[in-house]
């Protein structure tokens, strides 16, 4: 296994569909509604608010699918932490089987 391809599956997944977007929480109306009337604007709408804790979640469980798709049962995401500031983070772990 190639440490590139599995950052590079990171990427694809995930870096490149939430960089410089603005993530939007898909009960917040008012806001999604004026995100979708500006032209070529980035936005990602989520299930649930975008805090960090929500985000790590969201995240682990869109790599969590994508290993999964590339690597079957040879490659196992155990953790992703999200960083708000250098001091903050959320961690989302896996459930114990």
């Not at 806001?31 to 936005?43: A, P, R, Y």
């Not at 995240?59 to 932490?81: P, T």
Request: aromatic residues 10%.
């Amino acid at each position: 296994m190639d440490y590139s391809e599995v950052k590079r599956i990171a990427n694809v997944a995930l870096v490149d569909q939430w960089d410089h977007a603005f993530l939007v929480y898909s009960e917040d109306a008012g806001l999604l509604q004026f995100l979708q009337s500006l032209e070529d604007h980035k936005t990602v709408v989520l299930d649930s608010p975008p805090t960090a804790e929500n985000l790590a979640l969201t995240a682990f469980h869109i790599l969590d699918a994508a290993y999964q798709d590339s690597y079957g049962n040879r490659l196992r995401l155990e953790q992703v932490r999200l960083f708000e500031t250098p001091n903050c983070w959320a961690d989302a772990v896996r459930a114990p089987d």
